[in-house]
């Protein structure tokens, strides 16, 4: 009788407790719900906000001065992006210079403390003149042509990722004609520092400056026995500001321009915007002679040449900064995602090899024996379970947002804040910088 008042009380405070957690939830959705439809609907819904006289101002923008917001006249396209960030594409004239500003679109949203910053702006705009872009192109062509620079990746240069290409500096013909003929340095710094708000004691030089050739691949190409390249795979630079300028008009090749990751899937353009960025996040300049201005460090690459020849020339900022510790925290946390995905696909193999008795799954395991305690079973550590968390991390959309998230908190704090006067930099006695990231 005992036993089964006990069982009875048992059942009964089994159900009991069920209908409190039911409850619980009932009352608690009552209440979460009203603030977070509401969340939602203030993170997606965007106003658009003009001046007195007509002009858009950019949301939460860093350019909030006057001399900035008269430039952002035209909205081009704003759409919702399926990550549910938006890019907003603005065109505007500057005197004689027409340039277009992308934003790119908030990745990080546990919090929007320092977004957008002015790294968080790619910019368009025309920087030589059309005679001046021809005389680079036809000496670029003639260096790269008889030199043999063009018809093989420099490995040497870039190691991690090569490309058709030689530095400006080995051209001294084309080296003069840029620094001595059309006071080029002078004309990009005073764009840098508008720009980024970049001080002038900010920039130092050039880390790097190349002109890259992009060739389609045709059976003209293997027959030739070079080794030309139509695409470059996504990356990072080792700048905090990078641009390229297109040296071949537009005409003589098709697809092409620089994709960044951060762009694909946020905006779909429109007739009116003339094609500068496309819905999969490439942005084509469409003259010889503009510049595309970024960071470095949002993932880019080049597009596929499917016809003709591209030529750019494409430089890496040597500036103060980053903030000591940005480029490391995000670079570990980087890591970390590379280590889930290699180890998910690690045990995917070693799962398949002992699946079907494979003999190398056999020696993996033995040889690995050694290194395994006396108190803990080999079989375990060297073939662990595949966990719902490990596959979560390695699912290839939760990797990209992770990495988009990273960056877009990178960008946010790399640039130095002059109003506290961060030094961010430090010389040798020779004068030498010396990389903050280096020595810490």
């Not at 340039?99 to 920087?127: A, F």
């Not at 991690?160 to 500096?169: K, S």
């Not at 080794?227 to 700048?239: F, I, K, N, V």
């Not at 092409?256 to 942005?283: K, M, P, Q």
């Amino acid at each position: 009788r005992n036993k089964n008042r006990r069982m009875t009380r048992g059942c009964s405070n089994y159900y009991y407790s069920i209908f409190l957690k039911l409850s619980s939830l009932v009352i608690l959705s009552c209440f979460i719900t009203p603030y977070s439809s509401s969340f939602i609907f203030q993170r997606n819904h965007h106003h658009l906000t003009f001046d007195d006289k007509g002009n858009y101002v950019m949301p939460n923008c860093h350019y909030s001065s006057q001399k900035h917001q008269q430039h952002f006249a035209t909205i081009v396209a704003l759409e919702e992006c399926i990550t549910r960030s938006t890019s907003v594409v603005v065109t505007a004239k500057e005197k004689n210079n027409n340039i277009t500003i992308i934003q790119i679109p908030q990745h990080y949203h546990k919090d929007s403390v320092g977004y957008p910053s002015p790294l968080h702006y790619i910019y368009v705009e025309s920087l030589l003149s059309d005679d001046e872009v021809e005389e680079c192109l036809k000496l670029a062509v003639s260096y790269g042509s008889n030199s043999g620079k063009w018809d093989q990746p420099d490995l040497e240069r870039h190691t991690n990722y090569a490309t058709c290409d030689f530095a400006v500096e080995d051209a001294p013909v084309l080296e003069k004609y840029l620094f001595e003929t059309i006071n080029f340095k002078e004309r990009l710094w005073n764009r840098l520092m508008e720009r980024f708000d970049i001080p002038s004691d900010h920039l130092f030089g050039f880390i790097d400056l190349f002109c890259v050739n992009y060739v389609a691949n045709d059976d003209d190409n293997s027959s030739s026995g070079t080794t030309t390249m139509d695409q470059l795979e996504a990356h990072r630079d080792g700048s905090i500001v990078s641009f390229s300028i297109l040296l071949s008009p537009p005409n003589q090749f098709e697809g092409g321009g620089t994709f960044f990751e951060a762009l694909r899937h946020c905006i779909d353009y429109n007739d009116d915007h003339e094609g500068i960025l496309r819905s999969d996040g490439v942005i084509q300049p469409q003259r010889a002679g503009d510049v595309v201005m970024h960071s470095g460090k949002l993932l880019h690459g080049a597009e596929k040449v499917t016809r003709g020849q591209r030529t750019v020339l494409v430089g890496f900022i040597d500036m103060a900064g980053p903030k000591p510790g940005t480029l490391a925290k995000a670079s570990t946390e980087w890591g970390r995602l590379d280590v889930a995905e290699q180890r998910y696909q690690r045990q995917l193999l070693l799962n398949e090899n002992k699946k079907h008795g494979s003999s190398s799954a056999y020696k993996h395991k033995k040889e690995s024996r050694k290194f395994c305690s006396s108190s803990t079973s080999c079989l375990t550590q060297i073939i662990p379970p595949i966990s719902d968390a490990g596959r979560m991390r390695a699912e290839p959309n939760y990797q990209r947002k992770s990495r988009l998230a990273i960056e877009d908190q990178l960008l946010r704090s790399a640039l130095l804040d002059t109003t506290k006067g961060d030094a961010g930099v430090m010389r040798d006695e020779e004068g030498t910088t010396m990389n903050m990231e280096h020595i810490m």
